[in-house]
């Protein structure tokens, strides 16, 4: 390359943009394909990168004659000699003899934007340290002039919105609020003082957006895309006349400042989010688009390769930075500032302050209820996005709150907050998820087959009646641990897949050891007071009483002890909470039986509430053996995990799993004698 048209380029920063916010749902990392892969250097590894086109290597390219002619024609002129005080020589300034120090981009507005430049010129020995500052129009091909040279030192202190180079906003949470409430001060001003009556659909319209919805053929990722230009795009057909009935693509041409909904995959609540969405892409990432040439904001036909990079200098994820500012945007103008911030912590006070008033119960947890539920009626947004917006405004307590666990919304509570408290941080588990992580986590599963812990409404919390007790609708916490769930339940961390934003649990430290260590060995500790040696004294003993017994005499001996709930089972409860008849049980209790049926047998386990290592000395009796593992490990993983759920809980985590529900018969074929 001629060496008259090339520009030396200094190591610019990639990014000025601030780390993204640690809220799982609002962005995804830029997926790593390849670390140390075979032949790779180890400080070398291998990504999936986008490929973008940036305004640094855009002036690069594209305006390197106009430079270097305004420079040239400042020099002859004078204007650099008065601006350095001196005479310089007039001799031709050529791209060789050019450094950029750096770049910073401002945006004046939508599609207009200022660019300081510094550089540096070596003329005979002699370095020069010049401010260059070109203004773009972006609308019509990226249309540029010089309109000021000036001395480095000399940088003016601009209050302009900062750009990286990829035209995107250096924005953090609060000035992509900020960008959110100019949005609505510019277009509606009445929409902050009445933000109950805002809806997508006005804004769009206000900012002369059309809103087109398309069931889109063959689209299973785009929800929605905001065409900046005329484009077109396939649209679900179906022609009862046509061959076999197949449904089929039909090109629909789409008008510049146009919205496409994809009717085939959002729900009316996400189209509301979605042309949000849209609208603050247009408003705010306009420029972006137009530097990648994208008539429309699909991002999935940006280009992507693989590219080998240094451990320590992995570039920025510029897609996710792009679509985290959009979502956390959409949230913004959906749920703006004024229509919650100071309103949650007045609700909270207020409903803590009557509770006292009225000394009724109360935790962090139902108060958050109480808002979630206020401002989604209000606001006509589903609580689960209330609870999000929460979410980013750092209230953590709305986590104890809104909780759908197996079918159902457990009862909300309330733990510490401290600042170790994360957000990816839950006290919140299902059934399938603990027994995958039974699966996959050794100390986890060794802790739950001690007995010490079991699942309860949701968490997995320690084995004590000071923490459990149990109702007709089976085992719940008490009201003390649900206002304290950190003190009594496992805490877990959710981890987030890099490439498919899928959610996995890994198993967390506990909060308070020391008092875990008190009081979580409920059956056998009914007051909580046994030390660790006092404990294991107790375990022993029992071992010891029980072992030498055949199966009705230790069936009689646990239902004389009860558990941690009860002083002793009646055969009337044994036989409702085992779902067998009564005349079942008092056989069991005095006749010993060739055979025992697995099933009824596993039943009166749960039915007692008895920890994985009591059922499993019990069950020896009956000589069933029960694997952890295999084929029908999930029994085992059941009786370790799950020993205080009723039958009723136990045969519709069976079902829904695809798993065989226990066989409970009558009568005579429960046993053999």
């Not at 109702?471 to 981890?495: I, M, P, S």
């Not at 009564?582 to 069991?588: L, Q, S, V």
């Amino acid at each position: 390359m001629d060496d008259l048209n090339q520009f030396d380029m200094e190591n610019i920063p990639e990014t000025d943009q601030p780390a993204m916010d640690g809220d799982e749902e609002l962005a995804e990392s830029d997926p790593v394909q390849d670390e140390n892969s075979e032949g790779d250097e180890p400080s070398i590894q291998t990504i999936t990168a986008p490929v973008l086109s940036n305004m640094d290597t855009f002036i690069w390219k594209h305006d390197k004659t106009m430079i270097l002619s305004e420079l040239n024609e400042n020099l002859m002129n004078g204007t650099i000699d008065r601006l350095l005080g001196t005479s310089m020589a007039k001799k031709l300034i050529r791209a060789s003899d050019i450094l950029i120090v750096s770049t910073n981009y401002w945006q004046l507005n939508s599609s207009d934007l200022l660019a300081d430049l510094i550089i540096q010129i070596e003329r005979d020995e002699v370095i020069l340290n010049l401010r260059l500052t070109l203004w773009y129009n972006t609308e019509e091909g990226f249309q540029s002039e010089l309109q000021e040279i000036g001395l480095a030192d000399d940088v003016p202190q601009r209050t302009l919105t900062k750009l990286d180079k990829y035209l995107i906003p250096i924005m953090h949470n609060e000035d992509i609020e900020d960008a959110a409430d100019l949005m609505w001060m510019k277009y509606d001003k009445n929409a902050l003082a009445h933000p109950e009556a805002n809806n997508p659909w006005n804004l769009a319209e206000k900012m002369k957006l059309s809103i087109l919805p398309q069931k889109l053929f063959n689209e299973s990722k785009i929800r929605s895309s905001l065409f900046f230009e005329n484009g077109s795009v396939l649209v679900h057909k179906y022609d009862p006349n046509s061959p076999r009935h197949k449904p089929h693509g039909e090109k629909m041409e789409v008008p510049g400042n146009t919205i496409v909904l994809n009717l085939s995959l959002s729900t009316f609540d996400e189209r509301m989010l979605d042309i949000y969405h849209e609208c603050f892409h247009h408003e705010n990432h306009a420029m972006f688009f137009r530097l990648q040439k994208m008539i429309q904001t699909d991002l999935s036909k940006i280009r992507h390769r693989k590219i080998k990079v240094r451990k320590d200098h992995i570039p920025p994820d510029v897609l996710g930075i792009l679509e985290y500012q959009a979502i956390r945007g959409a949230y913004a103008l959906m749920l703006p500032r004024s229509a919650f911030k100071s309103f949650v912590t007045t609700r909270i006070l207020e409903i803590h302050r009557n509770a006292r008033e009225e000394q009724t119960y109360m935790n962090d947890g139902i108060a958050y209820e109480d808002v979630i539920r206020h401002l989604s009626v209000v606001n006509h947004v589903p609580a689960w996005r209330i609870k999000r917006r929460l979410f980013q405004y750092g209230h953590l307590g709305a986590k104890g709150a809104h909780n759908y666990v197996d079918g159902q919304y457990i009862a909300p509570f309330a733990f510490s907050i401290g600042p170790e408290t994360r957000l990816k941080d839950t006290y919140v588990i299902d059934r399938k998820t603990t027994h995958l992580l039974y699966n996959s986590d050794r100390k986890f599963q060794e802790l739950m087959q001690s007995g010490d812990y079991v699942f309860v409404d949701g968490h997995i919390c320690a084995n004590s009646p000071q923490y459990i007790k149990v109702e007709d609708g089976g085992a719940q916490l008490t009201l003390w641990a649900r206002a304290h769930v950190d003190e009594c339940c496992l805490r877990f961390t959710l981890k987030y897949g890099e490439s498919d934003g899928t959610g996995s649990y890994e198993f967390g430290r506990l909060n308070s050891v020391e008092a875990y260590n008190r009081h979580y060995r409920g059956f056998l500790d009914r007051k909580g007071v046994l030390s660790d040696k006092e404990y294991i004294e107790a375990k022993n003993a029992l071992v010891a009483k029980v072992l030498p017994l055949s199966f009705p005499d230790m069936l009689v001996a646990l239902m004389k002890y009860g558990n941690s709930r009860s002083e002793r089972f009646t055969i009337e409860q044994l036989a409702e909470a085992s779902h067998l008849s009564r005349r079942t049980i008092c056989r069991f209790r005095s006749e010993p039986c060739k055979t025992y049926r697995r099933d009824p047998m596993l039943a009166i386990c749960f039915a007692l509430h008895l920890p994985g290592w009591l059922s499993s000395i019990l069950l020896e009796k009956a000589n069933i053996q029960i694997s952890r593992y295999g084929k029908e490990g999930y029994l085992g993983e059941l009786l370790d995990c799950n020993f205080m759920d009723t039958i009723d809980e136990i045969q519709a985590y069976l079902v829904e799993n695809h798993h065989p529900p226990l066989a409970l018969g009558e009568g005579d074929k429960d046993t053999q004698s």
